[in-house]
């Protein structure tokens, strides 16, 4: 039997008034069982050790910020990597006495329950291939999925890596990139029971030609003192704000924002620049592209002079790129995402062409009609068009409309063309099966292997279904 304790450190930062302490006991079963008591206290704190520590596997290849992100070592699409993160016995208690204090008891949901606030990052080691990278910052991500991870009693949480978060406290670390890479996202495929949602969404716009964050199947372990703990499948997600503009970019100079709250529509009279949240050139106070987009958009030109709504669109905004993500969005269907959700994409403002472009970020809801209503049709019925006016105008406007059409068919002809989806789906469910179907009660969102090969199976379903789909829409 094995514990994992969760006790409060003495020294203090985080403003919590009364916290849970917890043992979590990893039984046969690997079945998480709480035990609760009370411990009063006022504030924790980070704990930041080993200062005086020599990085000897640090090599320019690894862990210098010059060289090149290694995309062919860090997002293979035929191999399950494993990571491993040690983090110490009073940090890992941190960090859930934090989740504590931000999403309430552990296994106990409270249903809706959000923070405005990130989980805090703590300094741990990560090892992968025998090499270590040192005092990365790790803390927990998500919102919605990990209130409810956390309230299901649930620890496969989906966590956010920072090589150099801590470099002020450890000089020796300066700049310290993994394999080129500054931050990445490990995401825990909540509410996918296939995990394959996230990766195949993002090959899906990728093949489309679309700018989307790399992906790759990792198996991650926790070793909080007592050795490494398997907490399951995860996708390794290249950041957006990191190595995706580097990348996929001629350049990272744009302003790069991450839309979330009513602004996030575009609706008329929604403008609010804390809702634009900016990832690049926060301290320039510029918004002027994201105000023409709003602007423009619901400007009465669009019924009195569609050629000068669209010339004048065209000029702010890439048409051509969000038409095609439309469709892309659309065909493989999409709920958690704009025109039902007012958030998870990003908008870039492209040095090349001054035009805000569309980047999609977090697909694990794709690849289903979904909740909150579902995702949308292929005509958008239902839509309300003043709410969501970057899709209901534009469709409404038939030279938008006619691009769009052409795009759902290029969609289903190419990068979601049924062979090819059931084939890359048969290739990732018999790359990932030994380590999905081996995930531990405690750490899973399966009740038991069947659960993983109905969901493959309804992926494959799915794909035949939209293609139908498309076929009666352009019919």
């Not at 110490?88 to 504590?100: A, G, K, P």
């Not at 991500?141 to 890596?161: P, V, Y």
Request: proline residues 3%.
């Amino acid at each position: 039997m094995k514990k994992i304790n969760l006790k409060l450190p003495v020294v203090i930062v985080l403003n919590i008034a009364v916290v849970m302490a917890f043992v979590f006991t990893a039984c046969s079963t690997e079945e998480v069982v709480v035990e609760e008591t009370v411990d009063e206290t006022v504030e924790e704190e980070v704990v930041i050790e080993e200062t005086d520590f020599d990085p000897t596997d640090w090599t320019t290849a690894t862990h210098s910020k010059d060289a090149d992100p290694n995309f062919d070592e860090i997002f293979p699409d035929d191999e399950v990597q494993r990571i491993d993160i040690v983090i110490s016995d009073d940090n890992w208690d941190v960090m859930l006495n934090d989740m504590t204090s931000l999403y309430g008891t552990f296994g106990r949901s409270r249903g809706g329950n959000f923070s405005d606030e990130d989980p805090v990052f703590v300094p741990a080691s990560v090892f992968y291939e025998g090499t270590e990278w040192y005092k990365v910052g790790v803390r927990f991500k998500g919102n919605s999925s990990l209130s409810s991870t956390w309230g299901a009693g649930i620890l496969k949480l989906s966590f956010k890596l920072d090589f150099d978060e801590f470099e002020d406290d450890y000089p020796q670390i300066k700049n310290q990139r993994f394999y080129g890479f500054k931050k990445l996202s490990l995401k825990n495929n909540y509410n996918d029971k296939s995990m394959l949602r996230e990766k195949v969404a993002a090959d899906v716009f990728k093949n489309a030609g679309l700018a989307v964050s790399h992906t790759a199947f990792y198996t991650v372990y926790i070793d909080n003192g007592d050795g490494p703990t398997y907490f399951g499948l995860y996708t390794l997600v290249e950041e957006v704000d990191d190595t995706v503009i580097d990348t996929q970019f001629s350049s990272n100079d744009g302003n790069l924002y991450k839309p979330d709250g009513s602004a996030a529509t575009f609706a008329s009279n929604t403008y609010d620049e804390d809702e634009y949240v900016k990832k690049t050139n926060e301290d320039e106070a510029d918004f002027s592209d994201v105000s023409n987009l709003l602007s423009i958009i619901n400007s009465s030109t669009r019924t009195s002079d569609a050629e000068t709504w669209r010339t004048n669109l065209d000029a702010v905004l890439d048409t051509d790129v969000f038409l095609k993500y439309l469709a892309v969005n659309t065909v493989i269907q999409n709920w958690d995402t704009y025109g039902r959700m007012t958030h998870n994409y990003f908008l870039y403002n492209n040095p090349d062409t001054s035009k805000l472009t569309w980047i999609p970020w977090d697909n694990n809801e794709a690849l289903q009609t979904g909740n909150m209503g579902g995702a949308l049709p292929l005509n958008f019925s239902g839509l309300s068009s003043s709410q969501w006016p970057l899709i209901g105008y534009m469709y409404q406007d038939a030279v938008y409309k006619a691009k769009y059409d052409a795009y759902l068919q290029e969609v289903v002809d190419g990068a979601f063309n049924v062979d090819t989806i059931q084939a890359l789906y048969n290739t990732y469910s018999s790359l990932i099966e030994p380590y999905a179907t081996s995930e531990n009660r405690g750490y899973t969102f399966l009740n038991s292997s069947s659960d993983f090969y109905s969901a493959i199976t309804t992926l494959k379903s799915h794909v035949v279904s939209r293609k139908s789909a498309v076929d009666s829409y352009l019919d």
